[in-house]
């Protein structure tokens, strides 16, 4: 459980479109990572090349390394349906499977890909990741109800909940608060920070503020100007990049002076 | 009434209101409800009076009446209410005006198949077939004043085998084409291709598919192969470019945002169709496929040169001719078993036309009842 991940000079092109240029980064194991920067810096971008997510989008592709505790991700011969079930994602809304009940979406990563699961097994694996994203107490009773009848936090700790129960290493989080209220952020924030224990963290985030509360480390990706790649400016500390960043772009944006 | 209508709340003494406003400046004049009526029912008695000078017929005073209404209508509410009032009230008048006209076809047709359809519906007509009913048979019916003998049991059962058959083989191609379509070929020559063939085969008249199924099982099995399962292969043609379009539309609305959460769960692409993007969509697919066969189960000119007529239940699709509602319908009204005693043969086609509109609304409420089982459970 928990492996690092270290990236060396990955280009993301969308067809022919280079959207992010040059990221070299080393995200430690049990610790959990920040990517800061404007909208359409390539941010999102840069995080869905690390479950090879990218290459849905038509066109998608990268060139470069993605190393998984020294693995490259896009080695030849690297299935990327076993890269996902390495490392999860979680989207910025939550999407819980409609057609499935909150049980059914917990267990979907083991029951859609055809894994023959015992039924003290499978119950053990509900209870075990609905606690592990701090659910359980309040869904314990309703398990066979539809997962889109929970609130909007609710419904995002059961996408989180489904994907700590498929066991990744990674979890990477593109922008999951984006869509909810100051208290289910906060739950899921404390979530984050007892994630850590067990898992590599890597999360997205325009909130500055969360990204210093729950964060180890912190990378600011910019953009040059519209149709230039996104590159990454800064990767240091959360500490130094909030309080004493080395290069001026940074500090003008953790301060509220960009653009 | 008039544009004076004061406002209540300031016409009623002892509330703490600006006294000596009578009249609210936001406010217009407004017709009372019963205006209206007044006008429609004026519109009526001068539409009658008008019928009858040019000789009175139901249509003219139907035609008079609406017209003197809209007119009268518009021109108060204008006079009363205002300019933009008045247009409003023209044009709510005349799509009511449109909705009448759009139901009359429907309320007549309903009218005229339970009229004449429900003398000839009972339990013999229902489950007998026309097996040596003759035309001596329904000579002496009417002679005698009996009851007509005969029935459309076979013509039904044809029709559900013949239709089951054209589902199950359009369903599959249909949907797989669907999926194709969706989720594998986004941009490619060939998916465009599949699109404009399918577009095509929207367009193909009845009577060509069922010449083609006719003229394909003809050069395989001989000139005179003529069975259900040629006349549901016919249907099949006809389905299929339905199905597709219903399907890939149910597969477009599928949220990419499902697609990519399972994805990123490490489940495959094709399990991710099977088990997430098609049971989201299940709902509108199976409805999608139920007015397809709705459309299908009423064609009678590809049954006819595909699986000929029977008057004998035959529920084998594999061999022998068929009946379905549609060709016996026809056969009965252009062929009556007794060419001198009409009558027999005449109920028989309004009872089996009954029976066959019967069908088609019990699939329209299975399509919804399917529907909403189907559909993406809600509530907490």
Same mark, same amino acid.
């Given at each position: 459980?928990?492996?690092?991940?270290?990236?060396?000079?990955?280009?993301?092109?969308?067809?022919?479109?280079?959207? !992010?240029?040059?990221?070299?980064?080393?995200?430690?194991?049990? #610790? !959990?990572?920040?990517?800061?920067?404007?909208?359409?810096?390539?941010?999102?971008?840069?995080?869905?090349?690390?479950?090879?997510?990218?290459? !849905?989008? %038509?066109?998608?592709?990268?060139?470069?390394?993605?190393?998984?505790?020294?693995?490259?991700?896009?080695?030849?011969?690297?299935?990327?349906?076993?890269?996902?079930?390495?490392?999860? =994602?979680?989207?910025?809304?939550?999407?819980?499977?409609?057609? =499935?009940?909150?049980? /059914?979406?917990?267990?979907?990563?083991?029951?859609?890909?055809?894994?023959?699961?015992?039924?003290?097994?499978? /119950?053990?694996?509900?209870?075990? #990741?609905?606690?592990?994203?701090?659910?359980?107490?309040?869904?314990?009773?309703?398990?066979?109800?539809?997962?889109?009848?929970?609130?909007?936090?609710?419904?995002?700790?059961?996408?989180?909940?489904?994907?700590?129960?498929?066991?990744?290493?990674?979890?990477? =989080?593109?922008?999951?608060? #984006?869509?909810?209220?100051?208290?289910?952020?906060?739950?899921?924030? /404390?979530?984050?920070?007892?994630?850590?224990? /067990?898992?590599?963290?890597?999360?997205?985030?325009?909130?500055?503020?969360?990204?210093?509360?729950?964060?180890?480390?912190?990378?600011?990706?910019?953009?040059?100007?519209?149709?230039? %790649?996104?590159?990454?400016?800064?990767?240091?500390?959360?500490?130094?990049?909030?309080?004493?960043?080395?290069?001026?772009?940074?500090?003008?944006?953790?301060?509220?002076?960009?653009? | 009434?008039?544009?004076?209508?004061?406002?209540?709340?300031?016409?009623?003494?002892?509330?703490?209101?600006?006294?000596?406003?009578?009249?609210?400046?936001?406010?217009?004049?407004?017709?009372?409800?019963?205006?209206?009526?007044?006008?429609?029912?004026?519109?009526?008695?001068?539409?009658?009076?008008?019928?009858?000078?040019?000789?009175?017929?139901?249509?003219?005073?139907?035609?008079?009446?609406?017209?003197?209404?809209?007119?009268?209508?518009?021109?108060?509410?204008?006079?009363?209410?205002?300019?933009?009032?008045?247009?409003?009230?023209?044009?709510?008048?005349?799509?009511?005006?449109?909705?009448?006209? +759009?139901?009359?076809?429907?309320?007549?047709?309903?009218?005229?198949?339970?009229?004449?359809?429900?003398?000839?519906?009972?339990?013999?007509?229902?489950?007998?077939?026309?097996?040596?009913?003759?035309?001596?048979?329904?000579?002496?019916?009417?002679?005698?004043?009996?009851?007509?003998?005969?029935?459309?049991?076979?013509?039904?059962?044809?029709?559900?085998?013949?239709?089951?058959?054209?589902?199950?083989?359009?369903?599959?191609?249909?949907?797989?084409?669907?999926?194709?379509?969706?989720?594998?070929?986004?941009?490619?020559?060939?998916?465009?291709?599949?699109?404009?063939?399918?577009?095509?085969?929207?367009?193909?008249?009845?009577?060509?598919?069922?010449?083609?199924?006719?003229?394909?099982?003809?050069?395989?099995?001989?000139?005179?192969?003529?069975?259900?399962?040629?006349?549901?292969?016919?249907?099949?043609?006809?389905?299929?470019?339905?199905?597709?379009?219903?399907?890939?539309?149910?597969?477009?609305?599928?949220?990419?945002?499902?697609?990519?959460?399972?994805?990123?769960?490490?489940?495959?692409?094709?399990?991710?169709?099977?088990?997430?993007?098609?049971?989201? +969509?299940?709902?509108?697919?199976?409805?999608?496929?139920?007015?397809?066969?709705?459309?299908?189960?009423?064609?009678?000119?590809?049954?006819?040169?595909?699986?000929?007529? +029977?008057?004998?239940?035959?529920?084998?699709?594999?061999?022998?001719?068929?009946?379905?509602?549609?060709?016996?319908?026809?056969?009965?009204?252009?062929?009556?078993?007794?060419?001198?005693?009409?009558?027999?043969?005449?109920?028989?086609?309004?009872?089996?036309?009954?029976?066959?509109?019967?069908?088609?609304?019990?699939?329209?409420?299975?399509?919804?009842?399917?529907?909403?089982?189907?559909?993406?459970?809600?509530?907490?």
């Amino acid at each position: 459980m928990a492996k690092r991940i270290d990236v060396n000079d990955l280009n993301v092109y969308y067809s022919k479109f280079l959207a !992010v240029e040059g990221v070299s980064i080393n995200i430690e194991p049990k #610790s !959990v990572t920040a990517f800061i920067g404007p909208s359409g810096c390539g941010k999102s971008t840069f995080l869905r090349t690390l479950n090879r997510m990218h290459e !849905v989008i %038509p066109g998608g592709r990268v060139e470069g390394q993605v190393l998984l505790d020294g693995d490259d991700l896009y080695g030849a011969g690297v299935d990327p349906v076993t890269v996902r079930s390495q490392i999860g =994602m979680v989207f910025q809304r939550p999407n819980p499977f409609p057609t =499935m009940s909150i049980k /059914d979406n917990v267990l979907a990563g083991v029951k859609l890909n055809g894994t023959k699961i015992s039924r003290s097994d499978a /119950d053990d694996l509900v209870e075990k #990741s609905l606690r592990g994203a701090n659910l359980w107490n309040e869904v314990k009773d309703r398990l066979d109800k539809p997962g889109s009848g929970l609130s909007g936090g609710q419904q995002q700790r059961l996408c989180i909940a489904r994907t700590i129960a498929v066991k990744p290493d990674v979890i990477l =989080m593109d922008e999951p608060c #984006s869509a909810l209220d100051p208290i289910s952020t906060l739950a899921i924030e /404390d979530l984050i920070n007892e994630l850590k224990n /067990d898992y590599t963290v890597v999360i997205v985030t325009h909130n500055m503020q969360q990204a210093a509360r729950v964060s180890d480390k912190t990378a600011f990706f910019n953009i040059a100007g519209t149709g230039k %790649p996104g590159k990454l400016i800064e990767f240091n500390e959360t500490s130094a990049i909030f309080s004493n960043p080395e290069q001026k772009a940074t500090e003008d944006y953790v301060s509220g002076r960009f653009g | 009434m008039s544009a004076t209508t004061t406002n209540p709340r300031h016409s009623t003494g002892g509330t703490p209101v600006p006294p000596a406003r009578k009249r609210n400046s936001l406010a217009k004049g407004k017709l009372p409800k019963w205006a209206i009526w007044a006008v429609a029912a004026g519109a009526i008695i001068i539409g009658a009076a008008a019928s009858t000078l040019t000789g009175f017929n139901i249509a003219a005073f139907a035609i008079y009446s609406a017209i003197i209404f809209l007119v009268a209508a518009t021109i108060i509410t204008t006079v009363v209410e205002g300019k933009r009032r008045g247009t409003n009230a023209m044009w709510t008048y005349l799509i009511y005006a449109c909705f009448i006209v +759009a139901l009359i076809p429907l309320a007549s047709v309903l009218y005229t198949v339970l009229e004449k359809g429900l003398p000839g519906i009972n339990s013999h007509f229902l489950f007998s077939s026309m097996n040596g009913v003759t035309g001596a048979v329904d000579n002496q019916s009417v002679n005698d004043g009996a009851p007509v003998v005969g029935g459309a049991y076979h013509a039904v059962m044809g029709t559900l085998l013949i239709t089951l058959w054209a589902t199950l083989i359009s369903v599959p191609v249909g949907m797989l084409t669907a999926v194709y379509l969706v989720e594998y070929g986004q941009g490619k020559t060939l998916s465009k291709a599949i699109t404009f063939f399918v577009d095509v085969m929207t367009g193909i008249p009845s009577i060509v598919a069922g010449l083609f199924a006719a003229a394909f099982f003809g050069m395989i099995l001989g000139p005179s192969a003529r069975m259900g399962i040629v006349a549901a292969v016919a249907l099949s043609v006809l389905m299929i470019p339905t199905v597709v379009r219903s399907t890939e539309e149910m597969l477009k609305i599928v949220p990419n945002e499902l697609r990519e959460a399972s994805y990123a769960l490490g489940v495959r692409r094709w399990r991710t169709i099977l088990k997430v993007v098609v049971p989201t +969509a299940i709902s509108g697919i199976a409805s999608g496929v139920t007015l397809a066969i709705a459309r299908v189960i009423g064609e009678t000119a590809p049954i006819l040169v595909t699986a000929g007529i +029977a008057s004998q239940i035959n529920m084998n699709v594999f061999a022998n001719w068929m009946s379905t509602l549609p060709t016996f319908i026809y056969y009965q009204i252009m062929n009556p078993t007794s060419p001198t005693n009409v009558d027999p043969s005449v109920q028989r086609a309004w009872a089996a036309a009954l029976l066959l509109i019967l069908m088609v609304m019990a699939l329209n409420l299975i399509a919804r009842l399917v529907a909403s089982i189907f559909a993406p459970k809600k509530g907490r």
